[in-house]
């Protein structure tokens, strides 16, 4: 099915692990966002990637770092997980243009950090 | 910076009621606003787009209306049905910053049979 896939569903990691969450679109969108959903804060992004090659941080950039493999893949990785990182991302994408199309959104990862 | 919130937090209906969830936005330069639904556990699907040129926007029972110069958006559902039990995001893509969404923190909507 088209869409915008998230692997893995689920995580638990350790303080001070590492990992990367992966995300790709068959879509043919040109612009990748993650974002992070906390109780009580919504959702907010992380970083996103207006086209290929391209990088951005959003409004909770610390701890994370992303690569935009390619046109269909954007991935977040954590150098060093901590408790704060506990949360449930949800990768995005959208086809930009002269006027701007709805988002398609990933189910979502859910780590744990103990 | 603009801010996006939504009224009430969290609304419990009777079946076959009639119900609208708002949402305000403090920066009306926008590019356009997007409703979404979220079920428990699981990601968030798209259920309207208003573009800034738009006034409002249908799908079924669904109706979003968009005031740009006074912040304003609601979300109005048609003879709910327990079906329809979900939280509801709206979220505003700000002119000037790309495509990136400001969200608000939802309306948890609970239909009783």
């Known amino acids: 099915n088209a869409g915008v896939t998230q692997t893995p569903k689920f995580q638990v990691l350790k303080t001070g692990q590492s990992m990367t969450l992966q995300c790709a679109q068959d879509?043919?969108?040109?612009?990748m966002y993650w974002y992070r959903q906390d109780p009580g804060m919504g959702l907010r992004l992380i970083y996103y990637?207006?086209?290929?090659?391209?990088?951005d941080k959003g409004e909770v950039p610390n701890g994370y770092n992303v690569s935009r493999l390619n046109k269909r893949e954007f991935s977040l990785r954590l150098e060093s997980a901590a408790p704060s990182q506990t949360s449930v991302y949800f990768c995005?994408?959208?086809?930009?243009?002269?006027?701007?199309?709805?988002?398609?959104f990933g189910s979502g990862t859910r780590l744990t950090v103990v | 910076k603009q801010e996006v919130t939504q009224i009430p937090a969290a609304l419990s209906v009777p079946e076959g009621e009639n119900l609208v969830l708002n949402c305000s936005f403090t920066d009306s330069a926008i590019y356009n606003l997007q409703w979404f639904r979220q079920d428990p556990g699981k990601g968030l699907t798209s259920l309207l787009l208003i573009q800034s040129s738009q006034r409002e926007q249908t799908s079924g029972r669904l109706n979003a209306s968009l005031d740009k110069s006074s912040g304003r958006s609601t979300l109005y559902i048609a003879a709910s049905q327990p079906g329809d039990s979900a939280t509801y995001l709206c979220a505003v893509c700000p002119s000037g910053q790309g495509s990136r969404l400001t969200f608000g923190e939802g309306t948890q909507l609970t239909v009783n049979p």
């Open positions: 990637s207006a086209s290929e090659g391209t990088t």
């Open positions: 879509m043919n969108h040109n612009s």
């Open positions: 995005a994408s959208i086809l930009t243009g002269p006027s701007h199309y709805g988002y398609t």
